[in-house]
């Protein structure tokens, strides 16, 4: 009975030798099994790194993750709010012509041929009024005599074209003030110009700013302009877009209000 004890002992230290390796092959099968998760989350270029080497990379990738998340929400937010943001429209209805001197000493006939067009009002500003008087009393240096004589001639004729359309009440003439008031006469040629700091230029661009912003209508989510300024001068135009004016030269706009000049 001595010698089947002794076996017993055997047999059960056999046992526990197998639990251990029971032990063993369970902690192989799990550390496998955490190989084979980071393998699958796109760590497989690194076969020979240690298993916490993977374990860093995986929580390195995953927090890569999390800040692209982030970026495409706040992507997404910009897009919605300027889904929301309402669009401002700015239409061009012309109504009100602010014609400048060059217009008057260059292409008289085409601002005639205005005058006589439905649906537009010429308004002269009155520093191209009295600027024009003075032209024509040959005030202006240009380079050679043949021009000089050129100026004052298209000024004389320009004054007289605008004081004709005065006697005869034409309602679709008018003088216009650098407060942006629109005067049925020529009686009135002087007004305060002390709040308006540069040149001639600076005078015509006043009165437009304040025409328009007594005209301008609103529309739905935007606003109409019915002021606009005629000119050749690019660097008049310049400054009137920086100030938000309508503007256009003389022969673009008659082609596109299709007026034919005579």
């Not at 056999?14 to 390796?21: G, H, K, L, V, Y």
Request: contains cysteine.
């Amino acid at each position: 009975s001595g010698e089947e004890s002794d076996d017993v002992i055997v047999e059960e230290e056999e046992e526990e030798e197998e639990a251990d390796d029971v032990i063993v092959e369970e902690e192989a099968d799990g550390t496998a099994s955490e190989t084979e998760e980071l393998t699958s989350e796109g760590v497989e270029e690194l076969p020979d790194a240690s298993v916490g080497e993977l374990i860093a990379r995986k929580r390195e990738l995953a927090a890569q993750m999390a800040q692209q998340q982030k970026r495409e929400e706040t992507v997404r937010e910009i897009v919605e709010q300027q889904k929301t943001h309402k669009q401002v429209l700015t239409q061009i209805q012309p109504k009100f012509l602010v014609p400048d001197t060059n217009c008057f000493i260059d292409e008289l006939n085409f601002i005639e041929q205005l005058a006589e067009t439905a649906g537009y009002i010429l308004a002269i500003p009155l520093v191209v009024f009295n600027e024009l008087d003075g032209l024509a009393k040959g005030s202006a240096t240009p380079a050679n005599a043949k021009q000089a004589e050129k100026v004052v001639q298209h000024a004389l004729a320009s004054g007289m074209f605008i004081e004709d359309c005065f006697k005869k009440k034409r309602l679709n003439v008018r003088l216009l003030t650098n407060s942006g008031n629109l005067l049925n006469t020529t009686t009135f040629r002087l007004q305060d110009s002390s709040s308006v700091q540069g040149n001639n230029d600076d005078l015509i661009l006043e009165s437009c700013s304040q025409l328009d912003q007594k005209t301008r209508k609103q529309s739905g989510s935007g606003s109409i302009l019915e002021v606009v300024l005629l000119t050749d001068d690019r660097n008049l135009r310049v400054k009137a877009l920086a100030k938000k004016i309508a503007v256009c030269n003389m022969q673009k706009f008659l082609k596109l209000a299709r007026v034919t000049p005579t």
